[in-house]
């Protein structure tokens, strides 16, 4: 353990507020203007840092890990999300990985909801009709789109935030049905009045929305191939607020393209921001730029979590929100 104050490096710019609270904790280096960091940057940061502070826009990998410096011992995500570090790799060079879970789980449910209904209540068109002044007047039989309440969901993942979903899933009286490495405890399945699926084909193929909000692992990389995306429902809607790489990007293109899915609401996708061409000239589709945890105050929490984080390091305990590989 370092003595004296750690020295941090953050990769990106963060909330003044969070910004200034670590100027006072530690000796922080922070980012001037809100790009991510080059390689070389990054490289510099692991060998001179005690503690890195990355976000998702920085890969992490096995190959800047093992050019760290004997200093690095903690490396503190700002960010649920692990995927884009090897945290494995970490661990064999005794680093230790943390993240911020719980405090964008609401957020994340929110815009997981707010994408299901911009879907199927035709919101986007409705805004480009008024935004284009082309609006003809109210009509009996103009825009409809479907009623959620009655409507299947089936969320692939239930954790946190797949539970968060189905929460607010129920109140808007739709039929919460799940699929998850693990079956939940009876006492949520019957406060959610959730289904449990073991098989993931078979709940696809019956739901009238698939919800994606398992975590990017290995084991959960294009999960929704092209050959379970053919399963479901040439009515059923789409979305994702996870990662885009649990997709298979462009088999889901071309089925949405061919009207062999009926639409999808995605905030994330599975190479960054070269998403599909193809996906932004559809109208049955809502393309968001990964915003579902973007708010003023699960920024503000993110950064707390990762102050203590950090705090609880230095006082020579292991991070509340440790990472370990087994986890992935
Ligand atoms: C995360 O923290 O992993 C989220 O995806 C950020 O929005």
Not at 155 to 160: A, F, N, P, S
Not at 292 to 313: D, P
Request: aromatic share 4%; charged share 25%.
């Amino acid at each position: 353990m370092p003595t004296g104050r750690l020295s941090v490096v953050v990769t990106r710019r963060l909330p003044e507020a969070v910004e200034t609270r670590m100027k006072e904790l530690f000796d922080v280096k922070l980012r001037d203007d809100d790009t991510p960091m080059t390689r070389a940057e990054l490289t510099e940061a692991v060998q001179q840092a005690d503690v890195l502070v990355p976000t998702l826009s920085d890969d992490i990998g096995a190959g800047l890990i093992a050019q760290a410096g004997e200093r690095l011992k903690l490396i503190a995500n700002y960010g649920a999300g692990v995927d884009h570090i090897d945290v494995a790799t970490a661990r064999q060079r005794g680093i230790l990985v943390s993240n911020t879970p719980g405090v964008l789980t609401d957020d994340t449910a929110d815009m997981t909801m707010a994408l299901i209904l911009a879907v199927t209540r035709r919101i986007p068109e409705g805004l480009a009709m008024m935004q284009s002044d082309d609006w003809p007047g109210w009509s009996p039989t103009a825009l409809l789109g479907g009623r959620v309440g009655g409507r299947r969901l089936g969320i692939l993942g239930m954790g946190r935030i797949g539970q968060a979903v189905a929460r607010r899933a129920r109140a808007f009286g739709m039929q919460i049905h799940y699929h998850n490495r693990t079956r939940l405890r009876d006492e949520i399945e019957d406060e959610l009045e959730a289904t449990y699926w073991e098989s993931l084909d078979q709940m696809v193929a019956r739901m009238d929305v698939v919800s994606v909000n398992c975590p990017h692992t290995p084991s959960t990389f294009h999960l929704l191939n092209a050959r379970r995306l053919k399963l479901m429902k040439p009515e059923a809607v789409l979305v994702n607020t996870s990662r885009g790489e649990v997709i298979d990007e462009n088999a889901l293109t071309r089925m949405l393209r061919a009207g062999e899915i009926a639409g999808a609401g995605l905030d994330v996708y599975e190479r960054g921001r070269s998403i599909n061409p193809r996906l932004r000239e559809l109208k049955n589709v809502v393309l968001l730029p990964h915003m579902g945890s973007a708010t003023r105050e699960g920024r503000l929490e993110m950064g707390e979590k990762v102050i203590i984080n950090i705090k609880t390091y230095q006082d020579g305990h292991r991070p509340p929100d440790q990472v370990l590989p087994s986890m992935l």
